[in-house]
């Protein structure tokens, strides 16, 4: 008998391989050369139980957030500030390749190659400082070199411990429409170029490394699938190879029942159905990006969100179907930095087709509305705040009287058992009682139930409900041990 790890077969028609699992590292996961030794680690172990990866990585944390403040800065003319974060950027990197890889030979190419990076990335900074003007084209292509650098980092890093790993350019895989920094996916170009690009090495057992988020649109133009798209690679790359399952591994034990950075007594939810966790990403929890259970939903492919920093912790499946559950909530989600529009027009309103009046103002905007309410007189809907809403107020006040106000924030409580439920409402809004709600909705899906709330009343509103709600968990879907792990490691973190 053949000992050591069992390696995955081709299945029967020669296609995927089976056992094929995609595993998507986000940022903390590769922030220094610590995180990526524990990241070899986590994808040896998943070699040694016959899978076959295929590993998707974000920037080194931060790292995004630094490059568009280089862009920003450099189309402000501030020319200096903005080759001083890339010097520090270039920094990072190199140390980061330096405390991985010590083969010398190795590693000088290695350095080599970030080296020329920056110095491309410099003279697009340049650029920039002479034209005064950040185009979202220009805007991408800068993000785009955190996941170009990470991925070759990780993918040398990886060979230096063992692993049969090749880095694969995202950009060639994963085609987009050419909408920078939100780029929708060409799903049909992206399952070909997938199974031509990376179904051979995975056949030749090679570990193939990508960059998330980063794309490109049919002419090879560099695009970005939005901020946290590498869940969302993560996800289409599965979908496209037919996955056996889509592993996303992030800081935290799982998806918990509130953002633990708000929350310290927040539980990890074992097991949550696709549309839960769709709509919770959706309200404004971080831990997924909102595209990402589309993909695996349409081929049924479970995904699970776990921790790269406590590996033996089972994290979060997401699957189908739930099983039942005592608390009608499994998760409170939060979207901050919203506005609320109040659009009145006494006589007009509910004459025929002025609600799609309204709505096409939106929609010329590019304007997305999370939440509507209707009174005989008035609209009220709520948006992200972004730099047109001055533009959509002066559109919509030819048709009626509009004022607009920032700084509120959306909570959404989500869970497939509050349907059928007597009496959840008026628990939620006791256990809010002392704070000022707007608006009030329940969404069609009958899982979720949002309110508009100021957004400095956002985190206070979070804990008061969790401790309404989650006192006595069902353990059967919560795990109360996460919550010392997860605060701990925060902490420590
Ligand atoms: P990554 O870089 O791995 O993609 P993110 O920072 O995008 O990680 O997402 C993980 C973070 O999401 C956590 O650190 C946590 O603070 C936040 N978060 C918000 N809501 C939740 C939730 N319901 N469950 C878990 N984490 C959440
Ligand atoms: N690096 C990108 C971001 O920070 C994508 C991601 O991390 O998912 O938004
Ligand atoms: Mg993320």
């Known amino acids: ?37 524990r990241t ?12 076959s990866p295929v590993v998707v990585v974000s920037a080194m944390a931060k790292v995004t957030d630094q490059l568009l403040r280089a862009a920003a800065c450099a189309a402000q003319g501030d020319r200096t500030g903005a080759l001083a974060i890339s010097s520090r950027l270039r920094g990072r990197h190199r140390d980061a390749a330096a405390g991985l890889i010590p083969s010398p030979q190795e590693c000088s190419t290695l350095v080599d190659l970030i080296d020329q990076r920056f110095d491309s990335l410099d003279e697009v900074l340049r650029g920039l400082a002479v034209l005064l ?9 800068v993000a785009s070199y955190g996941e170009r650098l990470s991925s070759r980092i990780v993918a040398a890093a990886f060979r230096e411990r063992g692993l049969d790993a090749v880095h694969a350019d995202a950009r060639e895989i994963v085609v987009t429409d050419s909408e920078f920094q939100r780029a929708a996916p060409l799903d049909a170009v992206i399952e070909k170029r997938a199974q031509e690009k990376l179904l051979p090495l995975l056949r030749e057992h090679k570990i193939p490394v990508m960059g998330g988020f980063i794309a490109a649109n049919e002419a090879g133009v560099t695009t970005t699938l939005g901020r946290g798209g590498s869940d969302f690679t993560g996800a289409l790359i599965g979908g496209a190879l037919s996955a056996d399952s889509i592993e996303i591994w ?26 839960e966790a769709a709509e919770l990403a959706y309200f404004g929890a971080k831990v997924l990006h909102p595209a990402t259970i589309l993909p695996a939903v349409k081929k049924n492919i479970p995904v699970a969100v776990l921790n790269s920093r406590n ?4 994290g979060t499946r997401i699957v189908s179907l739930a099983p039942h559950c005592r608390s009608p909530f499994k998760s409170i989600a939060v979207k901050k930095k919203l506005s609320i529009i109040d659009i009145v027009a006494s006589r007009m309103l509910m004459t025929h087709g002025y609600l799609s009046q309204i709505f096409a103002v939106f929609d ?15 609209v009220s809907l709520t948006v992200d705040s972004n730099a047109s809403l001055p533009a959509i107020a002066a559109d919509l006040s030819q048709l009626a009287d509009v004022k607009y106000e920032g700084r509120k924030a959306l909570v959404c409580m989500v869970g497939e058992d509050i349907r059928g439920q007597n009496g959840i409402a008026a628990q939620v809004f006791n256990a809010i009682r002392h704070i000022n709600v707007r608006m009030i909705s329940q969404g069609a899906s009958e899982i979720n139930m949002s309110f508009m709330i100021e957004e400095d009343d956002a985190d206070e509103a979070v804990r008061s409900l969790h401790a309404a709600f989650f006192k006595d968990p069902d353990l059967a879907v919560f795990d109360a041990e996460a919550r010392k792990t997860a605060v701990e490691l925060k902490a420590g973190g």
Do not use: Y
């Open 250 to 275: 992030t800081d935290v034990d799982g998806i918990m029942t509130a953002d633990p950075r708000v929350c310290p007594d927040a539980l990890r939810v074992k097991v949550i159905s696709f549309e």
């Open 1 to 37: 008998m053949p000992t050591g790890p069992r390696r995955a077969r081709s299945s029967e028609n020669g296609k995927a391989p089976m056992n094929l699992v995609v595993m998507k590292f986000g940022g903390t996961s590769v922030e220094d050369t610590d995180a990526i030794a």
């Open 133 to 141: 003007e950040l185009t979202p084209r220009i805007a991408d292509l």
């Open 40 to 51: 070899a680690a986590i994808v040896k172990g998943r070699v040694a139980q016959g899978k």
């Open 364 to 378: 010329r905007h590019k304007c997305a509305v999370d939440m509507v309410s209707t009174s005989e007189v008035s």
């Open 311 to 314: 590996v033996r912790c089972e």
